[in-house]
């Protein structure tokens, strides 16, 4: 009889609505169990069902069922009846398709690859407040990737050590200084001076270099906590707030995204915490869905891997969040599912962890123009310090965009050659 409920929920005469929500699973039974009983039981654990038939049912209910309707070992496609979600609630959303069914002993691994989120889902939440063509326009840059640097080592840095770092990065030539995701206000470098001394040395690398110059500073905290953050930075004269998306929650990200909106500060996401559910490639859930969350929720920009960085980042994976985050529209394409964004504005891609120099031609060949490539060690491991460091990142990026080989360009470029000295072409493990 158990077996029967659960069969209820699958159906492969289903043909899904345009209001419904798409899961595509990847599914493993526990030993014994079918993959259509396993699928019904996710179907049903996500929905509306239990692990027997109730006398509480009703054929009113009934049509709130999760309908397993494409079955295609390992491979799965769940449809939700939009009515299951709060609207603008992404919480909510995810403790349904992403909740219980994880633990459910008939499954022995179960991934969440993809979401095809509904209208009616898509415009209950704002997306980015600037998006690609907003933060270009901060900096007035349109036609190169803009740069980042995080402060090495990323902890242990006074706050008056960390601000001149800043400041000889900026004179360097690169945009944004970065907060390391596990900086927020530590004995050794306390948020509101680092805050205050980093943005005067802003300003005066601004005057310096007649480049506008920003901060990516990491507010994550208690969310209270965090909207005194964002306010302060505003009050300093900044343009952005950096948070770690993950381990602060959804909600509050929600919460720091409506602020940000009153404030007029674009919001940079580090994805901290992920490869923790989305590095198994058989259980958990994919940095795909992770991402267009994120869009939805509002991030102006966001960490997607590098490739040929020190990070696992296959290229498939990276190529795919990019389109899934700069798209207006996405098709369907072996196990990615179609998307359209509704006029969702696009998320700025950042390519960061191991880079340097020399991976510059290949991270653009792979990403494009539209990009923010960070690079830490890349920056302050050159041999004569950070501000050169900074301008053989700036260098390498003015080659590649010149089409003219690295080699060729450090010829009469000192800090580019000194890079290629150091680094070569080298791929970090």
């Known amino acids: 009889m158990t077996t029967e409920w659960y069969l209820d929920f699958v159906d492969a005469d289903y043909r ?60 799965v496609k769940v449809a939700y009846p939009v009515e299951l979600f709060e609207t603008g609630n992404m919480p909510q959303v995810l ?13 022995k691994n179960l991934r969440l690859e993809d979401v095809s989120f509904p209208p009616a889902l898509i415009k209950s939440f704002p997306g980015p407040q600037f998006g690609i063509e907003g933060i270009r326009k901060i900096f007035g840059v349109k036609d ?9 080592p990323k ?13 000889e990065a900026w004179l360097g030539g690169l945009d944004l200084l970065k907060d390391d995701e596990n900086l927020s206000s530590q004995s050794f470098n306390q948020f509101e ?53 993950l381990t602060a929650g959804w909600a509050a990200v929600q919460t720091l ?9 674009a919001i940079h996401a580090h994805r901290a915490f992920h490869a ?11 940095m795909v869905v992770v991402a267009k969350v994120a869009r939805l929720q509002g991030v102006d920009q966001i960490h997607v891997g590098t490739v040929v960085g020190k990070l696992e980042s296959p290229k498939e994976e990276v190529l795919t969040l990019k389109e899934e985050i700069t798209s207006d529209r996405v098709e369907e394409s072996g196990e990615i599912l179609p998307q359209d964004w509704c006029g969702i504005k696009p998320v700025f891609p950042v390519s960061s962890g191991g880079l340097h120099p020399g991976l510059v031609p290949e991270v653009m060949k792979l990403l494009g123009r539209d990009i923010l490539i960070q690079a830490g060690g ?38 580019l050659k000194r890079a290629l000295e150091t680094w070569g072409y080298s791929r970090p493990r």
């Not at 996710?42 to 069922?65: F, Y």
């Not at 923790?276 to 994919?286: A, D, E, I, L, Y």
Request: charged share 30%; glycine share 8%; net charge positive.
């Open 144 to 152: 190169r990737p803009l740069t980042v640097t995080v402060p090495k």
């Open 155 to 167: 902890l242990g840095m006074s706050s008056e050590e960390h601000a001149a770092a800043g400041y």
């Open 257 to 265: 995204r409506e602020e940000c909106e009153r404030l007029g500060l």
């Open 378 to 415: 890349g920056v302050w491991g050159h041999p004569d310090g950070g501000r050169a460091g900074a301008m053989a990142l700036r260098q390498a990026i003015e080659a590649t965009l010149d089409g003219v080989p690295l080699t060729k360009y450090a010829e009469s470029h000192r800090e």
């Open 16 to 75: 899904p609505s345009s209001d419904d929500l798409i899961a595509l699973f990847r599914v493993e039974p526990a030993r014994g169990i079918s993959i259509a009983e396993a699928v019904g039981r996710i179907a049903s654990e996500s929905s509306i069902g239990t692990w027997t038939k109730l006398t509480t049912m009703t054929p009113e209910k009934r049509r709130l069922m999760a309908k397993a309707f494409f079955i295609r070992k390992p491979w």
């Open 276 to 286: 923790v559910f989305t590095r198994n490639r058989k259980h958990g859930m994919s």
């Open 193 to 245: 001076r680092r805050a205050r001394l980093s943005f005067k040395m802003r300003d005066k690398a601004e005057k310096e270099t007649g480049e506008k110059k920003s901060y990516l500073i990491n507010v994550t905290a208690e969310t209270r906590e965090m909207l005194r953050r964002a306010n302060l930075v505003k009050k300093l004269g900044g343009e952005y707030v950096m948070v770690d998306i």
């Open 95 to 107: 403790s349904s398709i992403a909740g219980n069914i994880f633990g459910m002993k008939a499954i």
